[in-house]
């Protein structure tokens, strides 16, 4: 009976905010809203939300534990945990950020999706398994371990605003699409999308995120191989559109980096790709799967598949962006995108049919949900544990801690929601989201788990030294304007990862202490 209720009052909740969206589109707007697509769009909800409700009922947070709301009691098995993590990689910001940057800055500069298939590989290869065998409940466990709780407070803020700006991208995603196949608002698509991922997320915590996540990327491959026929119709078939893609960016219509193709851009690429690849490594949504893991070779074997499902998952957006650049749209009432971010909606809308176009909405709003759920979780995990329960309530049973997972999800989750209302490029927030963990807290994760003398004086001095190099270069952004002279082309995110890296290795020796290390 009590699994029952579970699962009823959330999809009658459910039930009541699709009913009041459909009522205040019809009564209050003017926007012409495609209703047919609406109600597809509504069943796929229920059914996700279904899914969600019930894995909370039966694997989710039972007898309120803390290991049930993080890590699903650690008992995930290897088909389920290669599909959470990589339905969370392949998230909004994915799928929309590879068509628009496809589209507009050619292939070579379409790093995202290899560079962060490659954070998995290297990921399992250098880190899950020693994170997996000492059983930490989060990523900044091991910081705590070394450098104490107060400036692990600090370093939690650098993984805090990343996942904070990763939700805002990939609900921005989905409301760019929502609102050209639809017709709905930005806000409202934002809100509604938004407030159902969080919703089932604080229900049933990773389980209920990782048995969504299945059907999630099940939706989402069906969905864009579905739309890329369509779309290539409209170029002449795959072949005219590749012709017709290296005839309009040249040399830049390649993965592989060249000075011929880069220019003045070249250290630029590399101090990119190095971001991606190093900075994809420190986030809570990866080592939250692998804490999760039923075994260390569940671990690693999760993380090395994940990468090449990564690449699978970007095919499809690529040959969407190489159409989007190549199609004629004067030739179609729409006309072009009026912006990059709405590159794959603009295809999706108006290069494939109305019930195509539905289908390939599901498909990225499977994407998008698959994501906010997993970094609303993480932030709001290492928030409790690592920050309020040390800091303000040592004492603090896990029955408590996992309550207060659960409040903080939505506080979380409202956060991101208020930031993606103001986001403009989905693939410049992306790029952002790892830039800050790769300058500011991978130096100081690598230390911690590699470095048996790394200590807190180490581990602040080299997180100064790189904040400041790292915004001396400032951010376009987020409008932060540059206070260092640093040479145009300069990898100067590199530069503040590497000095930081130093820092922490040279100050710990200059200034030892006395540390706690788990072995």
């Given at each position: 009976m009590r699994s029952s209720s579970r699962i009823f009052y959330p999809l009658l909740l459910l039930g009541v905010l699709l009913g009041g969206a459909a009522a205040y589109l019809y009564w209050f707007t003017e926007e012409d809203v495609?209703?047919?697509?609406?109600?597809?769009?509504?069943?796929?909800?229920?059914?996700?939300?279904?899914?969600?409700?019930?894995?909370?009922?039966?694997?989710?947070?039972?007898?309120?534990?803390?290991?049930?709301?993080?890590?699903?009691?650690?008992?995930?098995?290897?088909?389920?945990?290669?599909?959470?993590?990589?339905?969370?990689?392949?998230?909004?910001?994915?799928?929309?950020?590879?068509?628009e940057y496809t589209a507009t800055q050619g292939l070579i500069w379409v790093q995202a999706p290899w560079g962060y298939a490659l954070s998995l590989v290297v990921g399992g290869l250098f880190f899950a398994r020693t994170m997996r065998r000492r059983r930490y409940r989060t990523m900044l466990d091991p910081l705590t371990e070394r450098y104490g709780e107060r400036f692990t407070a600090v370093l939690f803020l650098p993984a805090l605003t990343g996942e904070l700006f990763w939700t805002a991208a990939i609900l921005t995603a989905l409301g760019a699409t929502f609102g050209t196949v639809l017709g709905i608002d930005l806000t409202t698509a934002i809100l509604l999308s938004a407030t159902i991922a969080v919703a089932y997320t604080a229900l049933g915590?990773?389980?209920?995120?990782?048995?969504?996540d299945v059907v999630q990327l099940i939706i989402l491959f069906g969905g864009l191989a579905l739309i890329v026929p369509f779309a290539l119709e409209f170029t002449g078939g795959l072949e005219a559109t590749w012709s017709a893609y290296q005839d309009k960016f040249g040399t830049a219509a390649t993965l592989l980096p060249s000075r011929e193709a880069l220019g003045s851009s070249y250290w630029t690429w590399w101090d990119y790709a190095l971001l991606l690849v190093f900075g994809g490594i420190p986030w809570q949504v990866y080592f939250q799967r692998v804490l999760?893991?039923?075994?260390?070779?569940?671990?690693?074997?999760?993380?090395?598949i994940a990468g090449v499902v990564c690449l699978l998952a970007a095919v499809a957006p690529v040959l969407i962006g190489m159409v989007a650049a190549t199609v004629d749209w004067s030739v179609l009432p729409a006309g072009p995108p009026p912006d990059a971010s709405a590159t794959l909606p603009w295809v999706v809308r108006y290069l494939t049919n109305p019930i195509v176009a539905v289908v390939g909405l599901g498909a990225v709003a499977a994407a998008v949900m698959s994501s906010v759920d997993s970094s609303v979780l993480s932030a709001s995990s290492m928030g409790v544990w690592n920050v309020y329960k040390p800091l303000v309530k040592p004492a603090l049973p896990d029955g408590r801690v996992a309550v207060l997972i659960q409040r903080c999800i939505w506080i979380v989750g409202t956060a991101a929601t208020l930031i993606a209302f103001q986001v403009q490029s989905v693939y410049a927030l992306w790029f952002l989201c790892s830039d800050f963990v790769y300058c500011l807290l991978f130096p100081a994760l690598v230390c911690a788990l590699y470095d048996p003398k790394a200590n807190a004086r180490g581990a602040v001095a080299g997180f100064l030294i790189a904040a400041f190099l790292r915004f001396g270069g400032g951010d376009a952004t987020l409008g932060l304007p540059a206070y260092l002279p640093y040479p145009d082309d300069f990898p100067f995110r590199t530069l503040a990862m590497g000095s930081g890296l130093l820092a922490i290795f040279s100050f710990s020796r200059l200034f030892p202490n006395s540390v706690r290390y788990h072995d």
């Open positions: 495609h209703w047919p697509a609406f109600a597809s769009m509504a069943v796929f909800y229920a059914i996700v939300y279904y899914i969600g409700a019930r894995a909370a009922g039966n694997h989710g947070v039972k007898d309120n534990d803390a290991d049930g709301m993080m890590l699903a009691g650690r008992n995930l098995p290897l088909y389920v945990a290669v599909f959470t993590m990589s339905a969370t990689w392949v998230g909004g910001g994915f799928i929309n950020g590879t068509a915590g990773l389980w209920a995120v990782a048995m969504t999760a893991a039923r075994d260390e070779d569940t671990a690693v074997r999760l993380s090395l």
